[in-house]
C-alpha cells in the first residue's frame, strides 16, 4: 500500500477537508459488518444522557470495546491492506508506522504500541528535513484534535492491536495520543496541542463529543492524557489549567475537578483546592458529588484542611447537605488523619459531634426507614469506622472524650460510637462498657438515648447490636439499681425496635432467670419477660417454645418468684383465643403443676397452688365482651353445667386444687388469696380478654356459699376458756333504703372469737381463711355484678362475735388478770378483727351508696381506735407471742423486735419458743372460770408520729380500693371527730391511715424493696405496680388539695408563735397529727413521681396528666397543650414554696427527693434549658437554707440519733452537689471560723445548728467529696487559658479544709482529709503539671506562691500520717504505701521540670525531722526526710527569669540519697533508708 503512494508524481500535499470521503475500492470480504455498527448504535441509546460526562466516557469506552473486539474477531485477517490514502502528512506517518485509520471506532494497530512508538521515532530520525517534518506533522494534529475532525475521538482513546503473526486481536487501553507523548522531541509539541484544544472543548457553549458511531465528550478524555505529564509538566500544566478552569463553562469545570487529581502533581494541589474557594463561594455549589470524591484523593497541606473542615461544618450545619453527600463529606473530613496530631485530631472529633448533633437536632422527625438513608448511613459509618482503625490516635482521643464529655454534651451519636469502638477494638471492651456503667449512675444517660439512637441511627444500631446486648447483659447483673433499671428498659425498647433480636434476647433473659447466684436478678429478669409477653403478645407467642426450659426451673424459685414465672408461662401456653396457642407448652405446664400438688413438700405444694390458679386464669380469660351479658342473672349449678370449653377446664382445676390441699390452711387460705389477686386484674388493653362469665358465676356461688357456712353466725354468744363472749360493734340499721330487708339479717355476726378459742377440725372453718375468703367473694361478686356489693353489704356493718370487755375502759386490767395462752388468745381476736375489718372496710369503700360510706367511714374510725388499743396490750403481751399471719406467701417467721432488755437466758428462751401460731386446728380446752376485777382508770396510749406501727404490729393491708375515700371524701382539721362528724368526714386520725397505706404499698411498687419483712405482703395487692400508678392518679388532685389545707394551718400556727420553731404549741397531739399529715402528703407525692418507669415513652401521657392533675383546677383547660417539661417547671415552683411549712427533718428529705424527682422528669425530655439550671440551683439553695435550721422531734427535743444522721447526710450532699468555687470558698471561710465551737461539749455549729462535734464528718466529707468531684470534671474540659488557676483555686480550698482539721482534731476527719488530699495530687500529677510547666518561665513568682500553699497540705499530710504510724490508727496506715508513692513521683516530676528550666541547683533536698500532729518531735531509728526549702539565695546566672519553687517538708518521702537514684522517673530502690513512719 505503501508502494503506491510512492508511485504517485511527487507534488506538494494540498490541504484537505477532512469530511469529504475520499473513495478507495475495497474487497467484498472486508466489508464491515453490519450488525456490529447495529450493536454498537444499540449500546449507545442504552447508556442514559443524563450520566455524568465521566461515566458516560466510561460506558461509551466499554461499549466501544465490545463493539470493536466483535467487529475484529468477524473480518478478515488481511485488513492491513484495505486503509485509505493519507490525506496529510500527519496520517502518512501514522499509516507508515502501521497505524489503519478508517476501520471501526478505534485505529488499529499492525503491532503493539513499543513498536509504534518505535517506527514513529525511525520515521522522524530518518527524515531529511526533521524540523520541518515535526512541525507539518504538530499542523496535522492540530487538525486532527479539532473537535470536528473524525480522528480525534480515535486518537484519545484506547487502540486495537491486530499484530501479524499472532492468533488474537485485543483492545490496548493505551491511546495513540500516549504513543506521542512517549517520543521525547514530540511531547512539547504535542503537549501544547492537547491545551490548546482542552481550552477550545472546556470553553465551548456546549458540550463538545467525537464523530465516532459512539460519540464521546472530547474534554474528559483530552484530560485524561494528561496524566503522564503531571511531574515533567507540572507548572505549565496548572498554570493552563486555572486559566481554562476560569473560563470553563459548569460541566466543563465538574470535568476538570474530576480529573484534578491525575493531571495535577501532589505539589499542586493546595493552589487548586484554593482556586476552587475563590470559584465557588456557596458550600452547596462547591460540595458537589465530584468535587468531594476528588477532594478526598487530594494531598492537602495542614492548612488547607483546616480551610476545608470549616466549609464543610458549615455545609453540613445548614440544612442543604443531603444525606447521600455527608458520607463522602466525612470521609474527606477523615483526611485529617495523615496529619495525626492531636490538635487536628481533637478538631476533627469536635467538628464530627457538631455536625451530628446539628442535624439531629435540626431533623428530630425525618423517616429513617428509606433504603437510600440506609445505604448512606451505612457508608458514612463504613468511613468512621475505617478512621478509627486507620489511626491509633484518633480511636484513643475519642474514646477520652466520650469517657470526659458532660451529661449535657453526650448524644446517641456518642453512644453509637462507644458501640463503634468496642467492634474495632473488642479488647477495650470492659473500659467503654465501664464509660457507660460511671455515666448511667451519675444518670447523665436515660433510656431515652435509646429512643434518639432508634430515630436517628436505626440501621447502624441494627448492625452493632451484639455489643450492646453484651453491654446490657453485663448491666442486667448489676447490684446498682439505676444501672440494672437502664438494662431493664433498654431491652424493653430493643425488642420492640428489632424483630430480629427477639429471640435473642429471650434467651438472654432466659438466662439470666437461671442464674442461682443473684435472687434479686432472677426476680428482674422474669418481671421483664412478663413485661414483655404483656406489651408484645404476639411476639413472644412466636417464641413460645424458649419458655419451655424454664419449668425445669421452677423448683429453684421462690413463692414470689414462681408467681411471677408461671403468670407468664401459663398466659403464653393459653393465650387470648385470638393467637395460636402453644400446645407443647400446655402439656407441660399442666404436667408440672399438678406434680407439685400432689407433692408433700409445703414449699412445693404451694408452688403448685400458685401455679394452678395462674393456669385458671389464663383458662378462664375466653371473653370479649362480657360487658353483654348480665352476670346476675346467670346461674351454674354445678361444674357439670358449666359449658364445654376452657372455662369448665378452669372449673375443674379450682376443684382438684382444693382436693389436693386438703386440711392444710395455710395452703387453702393461700389459693383463696392468690384466686382473689388473679381475678382482681383489670382488664386495661393489654390483655384482650375478660374471665368467662359462666365461670365467674359458678365461682362466686361457690365461695359465697363457703363463706357464709364457715363464718357467719346466728347463735347465741357462750363463754369459751373463761372468756365471756357476745355480739359487739354492730353499726346495720334499717332505714330508707333498707326498710324491706329482713330483720334476721340484723342479727348475724361474724363469728371471731369462737372459731379462736375453740378452732374447727375443718381447715375451710379456720379463723386464718376469713380474710383471704372474704377477698376473694368479693372480688368475684364485683366481676359478677359489675363492681356492685350491693348482695352483701349486710357484711359491712355487721355485728362481730367478741369478747364483752373488748371495748371496755377497763380493758388493760383484764387482759392482765388472764393468764398467758388466754393473752395469747385475746391478742389474737384482737388481730384478727383488725384484719377482718381492713378487708371489709376495703371491700365497701368503691361502693358510692351513702348508708355504705358512712358505714365504711364509721368502720374506719373503729379499726383505728382497736389498733391504738392494741398498742398497750402488746406491751404487756406474752414475749413468745407472735401476731397470726396475714400473709401465706412466704414461710419467713416473724422474729419480735423493740422488746424490753432481756438477759441471755432470758432471751434465749423466746428465741427458742417463738413460732409461727399452730393452724393445725388442734387446740387444748380448759375449764372455764370468771375473773373480777377492780375499776380501772383509762390509759391514754402515747401516740408515735414517727412511725405508725411497731414492729410487732403486723396487719393485713387495705386493697386499693380505699384511694376512693381520699377522693371523693370531704376533710376536717381534727384529730377527734365530732358525733355527728363521724361517717360524714375524714379527720386527721383517719387522713393519717389513708396515706400511711398508700406510702407503704408506692415504696412496695416504686422502690421495690427487698429487705422489707413487709415487702412480699403487698405483692398479692401491687400484682402490677403500673395499675396502682394508675390508680393513685385521681386522688392527687385531692391529695394537693389536703397538702395545701395542712401547709395553711401550719403557716397559721407558726405566724402565731412567730415563728419560733421551738415553741411547744408546736408539740401538740393535734399539731402533730397536721405535721405528719403534711408529711406523709410529700412522701406520697416524692415517691409517686419517683418511679422508674417515668423514663418510658409509652408513660409520657399518664405523666403528662400527673403533673396537670398538680396545677389549679382552673387552669386544666389552660395547661393541657404544655409539655411535660413546662408542666414540670410549673409543679417545681409549686413545691418549693411549701419548704417554709415543713417542722420536721423528715419530711424535709421528702421534700427534697420530690423536687430533684421533679426536675429528673422534666429534663428527661432531652431539655436542656435555663430554666433547669435555675431550679438546680434552686434546690441547692432550698437544701442549705434547711441544714441551716434547728430540726426537733414530734415530742419537742432536739432531732438527733442515726436516722437524724441519714436525713442530715442526704440535705448535705443535695446542697453541695454542683456548687461552684465561690460557693465552697464561701462556705468553708464561714466554718473556719465557727468549727472551733465544736471542741465544747455539747455545742453545735452556729450556722447549721443540727451539727455537733459527733456528726461533724457528715459535713466535713461532702466538702471534701465536692472538692475533687467539681475538680476531676473541670480538668477533663480542654481550657485554653489560664490553666493554672484552677489548682490555685483548689489548693486554696484544700488548705481552708486542712484548717478545720487542725481545728477539730477528730479521727474520722483525719481519715477524710487524707483520702481526699491523696486524690487531689494524683490529679495533679495527672492533669496538672503542664499547668506547672506553663508557668514556670511566664510567671515564676506565682509559680513560688502555689507550691508554698501546696507545702502546707503536704507537711500536715506527713506530720498526720508519722502520728498514725505512732498510735497505730490503722484507717490511716493503710493509705501511707498510695500516698508515699505519690508524694515521690511528685517532688521527682518538679525536680525534672525545675533541671529543664536550668534551676536544678536550686533544688535543695534535706533531712526533715518527724513531728506528730501538735509539733512535737517522734524519735525514731533513723529520720531521713528530703525537705526542700524555699531559699532567698541569688538565681542561677544561667536563667534570671526563674526563681526557685518550694516544695517543702512536704515531700518528706525522698531520701538524703535521692542524687544518686535515677530522675527519670524509673523504678526506684524501696531502701530502709526511707522515713519508718512510713
Known sequence: MYKRFKKRTQKALNTIDENTTIKVSRLAETTTNVSVESAASGSEENIPASQEHTQRFLSQHSAILAATLGRTQSSSRNIATLSRQPNNFFELVLIRAGVQLDQGDSLVLSCDHVSIVSKLRDIFMSASSYTDKLETFKTGLNAAMAPSSKLVQKLLTGCTVDAAGEEQIYQSQNSMFMNFLMIDFMRDPCVEVLLNKIEEVATADRVVLGKAAIPMPLLPLMLTQLRYLTVSHKVEIYGRIEGIFNRATESAKLDIIANAELIL????????????????????????????????????????????????????????CPDTTLPHLIRLLLNILKMDTDDSVRDLIGSLREMFNWRHTAHRDENSATTE????????????????????????????????????????????????????????SLYIENILRRRIKLEHITVNILEEVRLHYRHILEQHISPLMNILHDFMREKNRTVSDFAKSSYSILFKIFNSIQKNILKKLLELTCDKSSPHLTTMALELLRELQRKSAKDV??????????LDRISDLTLTQTRVAMDLLCHVAFPDPKLSACLQLQ????????????????????????????????????????AEHDDSLTSVENVDSLPDGRGKMAANLIIRTESSIGNSVESLALFYEELATVFNQRNDGTSACDLDYHFIAWACDVVTFRFQASFVTEDVPETIKGIKLEYQMNINELDDTNANTESDVLNIGINISKLVLSPKAKACDSIYVLAPLFNCVRVLYKHRHHDSLEGINALLGCAIVLPSFFEDDNYLAVFDNFEAEQQKDVLSI??????????????????????????????????????????????????????????FLTNAKHSVVGQKRQGAKAAAKFNATAAEPDLSGNQTSIADFTIKVGPCKAIKTKIDFEQMYGPRERYRPMEVEIIMLLVEQKFVLNHQLEKEQVGEFLGLQELRFLLEDMVQKLEAAVLRQQDSSDADSFRPHLAKPEDFICDLLPCLHEVNNHLSTLAEAIDKELTTVNHVYSNLDLFKEQFNYIKTCFGLCVRLFAL????????????????????????????????????????????????????????NLSTAVQLHRLLGSLLKVGSSQNDASQPRFQQAEELRLMCGKLLRRKWFHYSGTLDKGGQCNIYLDELVKGFLKKSTTGNQTELLNELVKQCSILNTKDKALSSFPNFKKANFPLLFRGLCEVLIHSLSGQVSVDKRGDRLKLWESTVELLNGLLSIVQ??????????????SLLFLKLLLQHGMSALESIVRDDPERLIRFLHELQKVTRFLHQLCCHSKTIKI?????????????????????????????????????????????????????SSFVDEENSDEEIPADDTSVDETVLGDDMGITTASVSTRPSDGSRRSKSSSRSKCF
Open 373 to 428: 438513608r440506609k445505604k448512606s448511613q451505612l457508608e458514612l459509618f463504613g468511613f468512621l469506622e475505617l478512621g478509627l482503625i486507620r489511626s491509633k490516635r484518633f480511636y484513643q482521643a475519642f474514646q477520652r472524650s466520650s469517657a470526659s464529655l458532660s451529661a449535657e454534651e453526650f448524644t446517641s451519636f456518642d453512644l453509637i460510637v462507644l458501640l463503634l469502638l468496642i467492634h474495632v477494638n473488642e479488647d477495650n
Open 587 to 626: 402439656e407441660q405446664v399442666d404436667m408440672v403443676v399438678k406434680k407439685q400438688l400432689i407433692n408433700s413438700t409445703d414449699n412445693i405444694k404451694k408452688q403448685g397452688i400458685i401455679g394452678c390458679v395462674q393456669l385458671i386464669d389464663a383458662m378462664a380469660r375466653i371473653e370479649n365482651n362480657a
Open 265 to 320: 502533581d501532589a505539589s499542586m494541589h493546595d493552589e487548586f483546592v484554593e482556586l476552587l474557594n475563590i470559584n465557588y463561594s456557596s458550600t452547596e455549589d462547591l460540595f458537589q458529588m465530584t468535587t468531594v470524591q476528588t477532594l478526598s484523593n487530594l494531598s492537602l497541606s495542614d492548612r488547607t484542611q483546616a480551610k476545608l473542615r470549616l466549609r464543610i461544618l458549615e455545609f453540613a450545619t445548614n440544612g442543604h
Open 1088 to 1143: 409517686y413521681f419517683a418511679w422508674s418507669e417515668w423514663a418510658d415513652k409509652s408513660q409520657a401521657e399518664l405523666l403528662h396528666k400527673s403533673l396537670l392533675k398538680l396545677q389549679p383546677k382552673a387552669q386544666w383547660k389552660k395547661l393541657e397543650k404544655q409539655t411535660v417539661p413546662q408542666l414540670a417547671t410549673l409543679t417545681f415552683q409549686y413545691f418549693l414554696k411549701y419548704e417554709k411549712s415543713v417542722l
Open 1303 to 1316: 481545728q477539730v482534731e477528730q479521727p474520722r476527719n483525719f481519715g477524710l482529709f487524707l483520702k481526699h
Open 1370 to 1422: 490503722t484507717a490511716i496506715i493503710s493509705y501511707i504505701p498510695s500516698l508515699r508513692e505519690t508524694i515521690e513521683t511528685l517532688v521527682f516530676r518538679v525536680k525534672a521540670l525545675l533541671a529543664a528550666n536550668n534551676c536544678h541547683s536550686a533544688f535543695h533536698m534535706g533531712n526533715m525531722i518527724n513531728r506528730d500532729l501538735h509539733g512535737d518531735s517522734i524519735i525514731t531509728p533513723s
Open 830 to 887: 384482737y388481730f384478727h378483727t383488725v384484719n377482718w375489718m381492713r378487708v371489709s372496710i376495703s371491700a365497701f369503700a368503691s361502693q358510692r351508696d351513702p348508708a355504705t360510706r358512712r358505714r365504711v367511714l364509721s368502720r374506719l374510725g373503729e379499726l383505728i381506735r382497736i389498733e391504738q388499743r392494741i398498742k398497750p396490750l402488746l406491751a404487756r403481751a406474752p414475749i413468745d407471742f407472735v401476731a397470726p399471719p396475714y400473709q
Open 541 to 550: 407467642q412466636n417464641c413460645a417454645t424458649l419458655l419451655i426450659p424454664m
